[in-house]
């Protein structure tokens, strides 16, 4: 059933970003060719500026839409009309969660590699693909020594971007779910909500750290980090560490607003 | 006991009103029952509470025993008195959207009723009238094999040449064994199909019979005595 509600999900989005990401292939190729045709005659000219203008407003347009869709999608298929399908369908409250928070987190990144792929198409040509080709082996050497533990810390910061995805899609969930229950204003009460539980959170981080730095835990930490210009082996278990605890604590916040959501979505829920 | 749909001491208030009193109901199996009111009068209400869509104040909604749940949702088909289709998917989306949610949905029924109703299953939600979204949903509705029907103001926003079709399409395509529950303010149109009536007013249970009682004791069609129970 997840694997249903996924499929939904993404045949309900896929006609806003896919037209979205291929405007921007389109758009980068368009600029790329005044680039390469002749820059001194197109750079100033109208059709490239034009050409220009356009492609960086999709890219603001694409993340834009992103948070849109994000927002959308929460507010009409659960809560609008069309929760009367959705919540009568019949799989467990928490898997419209779990359907919507996966869809989310795949679009955002795939929204960041086509925006990345849109400028890598922008600025490449003959002479970079050339050196890349040539530097690649020699990139791939530089990180050799750091071995194993280079790739832990790589998949810590993968896993940490993913998560972070997850918790701010999580945190903006909760606050629509509870602003809800406003009988008007519902967007404007789901706003304070959002700001509210930002500021909880921002201090919950500030009075740890502040109880870890008088309790010292830090101090390793500090003097790991100093340690960074001695060497990777001295400083990657520390790094290695700090993003496990960011994880964790990433972790911690984004399992508050997915049970916290699902029970008002499960025990709390008043649909119009 | 075997009612399909069961309320006790069923309560709901929202900020201002008080939408069901304390209502105790019963449902029994195989029947197709008539929830008559006026508007406001809290039908919807009780449906919505069937279906998990509202949460209760105080008591409870029991459909075979069950809170309302995935193993209720399974073998009730919800026709809310709203459109809740979405706009952007074609009417064979959404059937196939029915088939995987619902192991009960039978495709070729739900064709088949398009293709008597001049449906055409290419077109988009979004370019279709009130009155044919509405026909839509009552076909997916009722091409499911469920033992509970709830059908919330089903034929109010039909024109009256395309309601006895309705109805027969109800009729026609519910299984002997299962029950129908159907909300309406339009009395005539569906007599003919009731065997029972429940009367809702103000949130309380107001009068429930079967419409044989009705027309033997009181000799009285349903219609004449709604009109009576709720003059105002």
């Known amino acids: 059933m ?271 | 006991m075997d009612s399909i749909l069961e309320c006790r001491n069923l309560t709901k208030y929202f900020p201002g009103c008080l939408a069901l009193n304390s209502v105790n109901l019963s449902i029994p199996r195989g029947r197709i029952v008539g929830l008559l009111g006026p508007n406001g009068s809290g039908k919807t209400t009780l449906i919505k509470l069937a279906n998990g869509l509202l949460t209760p104040n105080g008591g409870e909604v029991l459909i075979e025993g069950r809170k309302p749940g995935v193993e209720t949702k399974k073998i009730v088909s919800y026709l809310p008195e709203r459109t809740y289709l979405n706009d952007w998917m074609s009417v064979q989306g959404i059937i196939d959207f029915f088939g995987d949610f619902y192991a009960d949905f039978r495709k070729e029924k739900a064709y088949d009723m398009l293709g008597r109703l001049h449906i055409n299953p290419r077109d988009r939600l979004k370019t279709m009238s009130k009155g044919t979204k509405e026909k839509v949903q009552l076909i997916l509705v009722m091409s499911r094999e469920a033992e509970l029907y709830v059908l919330d103001e089903p034929i109010g926003g039909v024109d009256p040449a395309a309601r006895d079709y309705i109805l027969d399409t109800i009729l026609g395509n519910y299984s002997e064994n299962a029950t129908l529950v159907i909300s309406t303010h339009l009395i005539t149109d569906v007599e003919k199909i009731l065997d029972d009536v429940i009367f809702i007013n103000m949130g309380n249970i107001v009068l429930t019979s079967t419409v044989d009682d009705i027309r033997e004791k009181e000799k009285k069609s349903v219609d004449a005595l709604f009109r009576e129970v709720f003059k105002c």
Request: charged share 10%; net charge neutral; no cysteine.
């Open chain 1, 2 to 272: 997840l694997g249903n509600l996924i499929k939904y999900e993404i045949r309900a989005t896929r006609r806003i970003f896919l037209p979205l990401y291929g405007l921007i292939l389109v758009f980068a190729l368009v600029n790329k060719i005044f680039i390469s045709a002749n820059y001194d005659e197109f750079g100033g000219s109208v059709p490239f500026t034009v050409a220009m203008t356009i492609y960086v407003l999709l890219i603001a347009a694409l993340f834009v839409m992103t948070l849109v869709v994000l927002i959308q999608r929460f507010q009409k298929n659960l809560l609008g009309d069309e929760g009367y399908l959705s919540f009568t369908l019949p799989v467990k409250t928490h898997m419209h969660l779990d359907a919507k928070t996966i869809v989310t987190v795949m679009w955002t990144v795939l929204s960041l590699i086509v925006a990345a792929l849109s400028i890598f198409l922008l600025a490449v040509d003959a002479n970079t693909l050339q050196q890349m080709r040539e530097g690649w082996p020699s990139f791939l050497r530089a990180y050799e020594p750091f071995g194993a533990s280079f790739y832990g810390v790589l998949a810590e910061v993968i896993i940490l971007a993913l998560f972070s995805i997850a918790e701010v899609t999580l945190h903006i969930y909760l606050s629509i779910a509870v602003g809800n229950f406003s009988s008007r204003h519902k967007l404007l009460a789901a706003f304070g909500v959002f700001l509210g539980v930002s500021v909880v959170e921002q201090v919950v981080t500030s009075l740890l750290m502040n109880a870890g730095v008088r309790a010292s835990i830090f101090s390793d930490f500090f003097v790991g980090f100093g340690s960074m210009r001695y060497g990777w082996d001295a400083s990657a278990p520390v790094l290695a560490g700090f993003l496990g605890v960011q994880i964790a604590y990433t972790l911690v916040f984004g399992a508050l607003f997915y049970f916290f959501t699902d029970w008002i979505l499960s025990r709390k829920l008043n649909l119009e």
